[in-house]
Structure formats: C-alpha cells, structure tokens
C-alpha cells in the first residue's frame, strides 16, 4: 500500500469515527447540547481536526443522513433491478425500510427522531436522496394502481402516508418494542400486520 493510499484510508477511517461518536453523542445529550469540541473530545482527537473534515455540527448530521440514505436506496435499487410484480415489489420496498432501521437503530433514530435546525432541512444532499427513497415508493405504488391493485390516486400523497406508516412502526419497535406493561407480539409478527394494514389502507 502506497503513501497517498494509506493517509486516504486514515482519512476515511478518522471522519467515520467521527461520525460515530457524534451519533452516540447526539442521542445521549440530543443535538443542541453536543459541541464539537465534545465529538473531538469523544474520539480523542483536537477540535482543529475535526474541522478538517466538517465546518460545523449540523453538516455532521447532514453526512449521517447521506451515509443512511444512500445505504437505503443501495438496497431500494436492488429490489427494483429484480422487476418483481407490482405488489411484490411494494412489499420487499416496505419491508426493506422497516429492515434497514431495525438494522441501524442508532443511525435510524438521528436521521429521523432527533431534534435539529431549521437550516439542516434545506440541506442539498440529504434533500436529494431522501426524495429519491420517495420516488421509490411513489413508483411502486404506481405499478400497483396499473394493475389495478391500489385504488388510484395522487402516488406522491400516498407514499408520504406509507413512509409515516412505517417510520412509526420503525420508530416504535426500536425504542419501545417490550416495554410498558402491554401484550406485545413479536417484531417480525408486528411487522407482518403493520404492512398488511398498509396494503389494505391502498386496494382498490
């Protein structure tokens, strides 16, 4: 391995740790009260360092949701590249999101349960790539309402619906799934209904 080959990789390594600690951090204190001395601190490097590689913590959060994203829409173009039947296809892309946060819960939950600024909705990248997972579901749901499976109706609507649908069911199974003194099924049991109720929310 050459000079430039393994300071690339040193590089990579330092701004995933970074990342990292700034995801444990964020969840222990929640976002405004991390600094980024305190990420620096975590990884037991100097601030200064951490500013090499991003200006400010909000950026941090942009690159944890870029990362999450486009670990999700791998997957999502997977499934579509298998050109399942319509309703098939729909399933293993409902399934796939449920999946990935499961998967990921720490990532998942700075993604989509923590509290940030106003200027991190605007951000280019993250924007892009979240619209791409909408798309995603948008065109499985239209395959659905070709073939007369799904009532028809506006795609882009319905999928929003979808994605609140299963980031709840995410969002419970991570943080709450167990607790309480209710009668809980199983996950993969509480998966099954929640995208069986989904489904007969959108027949035709």
């Not at 951090?25 to 601190?41: H, K, P, Q, W, Y």
């Not at 975590?42 to 950026?59: D, G, H, P, Q």
């Not at 909705?121 to 749901?141: D, F, K, S, V």
Request: proline fraction near 4%; include cysteine; charged fraction near 25%.
């Amino acid at each position: 391995m050459g000079i430039a080959e393994r300071r690339a990789r040193e590089k990579d390594a330092l701004r995933q740790k970074t990342l990292d600690a700034a995801i444990e951090l964020f969840l222990e204190n929640g976002f405004e009260s991390v600094t980024m001395r305190g990420i620096a601190d975590r990884i037991e490097y100097s601030a200064s360092t951490i500013y090499l590689y991003f200006k400010n913590k909000t950026e941090i959060v942009g690159a944890i949701c870029t990362e999450a994203f486009e670990t999700l829409i791998e997957r999502l173009d997977e499934i579509e590249q298998r050109e399942l039947p319509p309703l098939d296809g729909f399933l293993a892309g409902v399934r796939c999101y449920i999946a990935f946060g499961l998967e990921n819960p720490h990532q998942y939950q700075v993604v989509f349960g923590t509290s940030t600024p106003d200027e991190f909705a605007y951000q280019e990248e993250p924007n892009r790539l979240g619209m791409q997972a909408l798309e995603y579901l948008a065109r499985c749901i239209v395959r659905c309402q070709d073939a007369g499976i799904f009532h028809r109706g506006d795609p882009f609507a319905d999928a929003i619906a979808v994605w609140m649908q299963l980031h709840g069911t995410t969002a419970v199974l991570i943080n709450d799934h167990g607790r309480y003194n209710f009668p809980w099924p199983s996950k993969e049991a509480l998966v099954d209904r929640s995208v069986d109720l989904i489904v007969r929310g959108l027949r035709a």
